[in-house]
């Protein structure tokens, strides 16, 4: 299985290194010396990381036969590929592979079905499941354990069990107001309305 590892950035000073944009949860892994890697588009590759070192927080790869800032800036924008065994899994407990992840099912835990995890987005706070929802529309909902508390690659479904808003916000703010117009109606009359009531 190939999964994109990385994206090639600028040209950092004039020996042929370039900074990468991680894409990997163990870039230690997959971007050490001695990893070759195929490339998008393929004419770039396949590339041999020579070094790597990480300054000012940013990885930089140096790769061989890439020499001078020339032929560092011609790789710009190309993407890192590994070829990995599907079967593989993280050294960590409860670590997975974005390829395990994608397509789960997310489900509450009665069964009620939420959507599909589409993406999954790594913030440098923590990781986000973009989920595709049955009508098209989109959440976010964040890889915590807190509220995703089960994830079975068997029966491929991820078990959710999310804080009051996070999957239908607009459920509660029309239920909110209904209380308050229920509460309105309750009154003597005698409270102002506000003018952009029923808005």
Same mark, same amino acid.
């Given at each position: ?23 990997t949860?163990?870039?230690e ?9 195929l ?18 927080g ?6 061989e ?13 190309t ?12 050294e ?17 835990? $009665?069964?009620? /079905? +939420?959507?599909?995890i589409?993406?999954?987005s790594?913030?440098? %706070?923590? !990781?986000?499941?973009?989920? &595709?929802r ?34 239908? $916000?607009?459920? /509660? +703010? ?9 509460? %309105?109606? !309750?009154?003597?009359?005698? &409270?102002p ?7």
């Open positions: 299985m190939q999964l994109v590892v990385a994206r090639v950035g600028r040209a950092h000073g004039i020996k042929g290194e370039v900074t990468v944009e991680v894409r949860d163990e870039p892994l997959r971007l050490s010396p001695g990893a070759v890697l490339t998008d588009p393929a004419t770039a590759g396949p590339l041999t990381v020579e070094t790597g070192r990480v300054h000012s940013r990885l930089m790869l140096r790769f036969g890439v020499r001078d800032r020339n032929a560092a800036e011609a790789l710009r924008n993407l890192l590929i590994a070829d990995i065994d599907p079967e593989e899994l993280p960590g407990e409860d670590e997975y592979y974005d390829h395990q992840l994608m397509d789960l099912d997310v489900v509450l835990a $009665d069964g009620t /079905e +939420i959507g599909r589409t993406e999954i790594h913030l440098p %706070s923590q !990781d986000l499941f973009i989920v &595709e049955p009508d098209g529309t989109e959440l976010m909902i964040p890889f915590v354990e807190e509220i995703v508390t089960d994830i079975d690659l068997e029966t491929q479904r991820a078990v959710i069990d999310p804080p009051p808003g996070l999957i239908d $916000d607009r459920a /509660e +703010i029309v239920s909110s107001r209904d209380e308050d117009a229920a509460q %309105s109606d !309750d009154s003597t009359g005698d &409270e309305t506000s003018g952009d009531a029923g808005a």
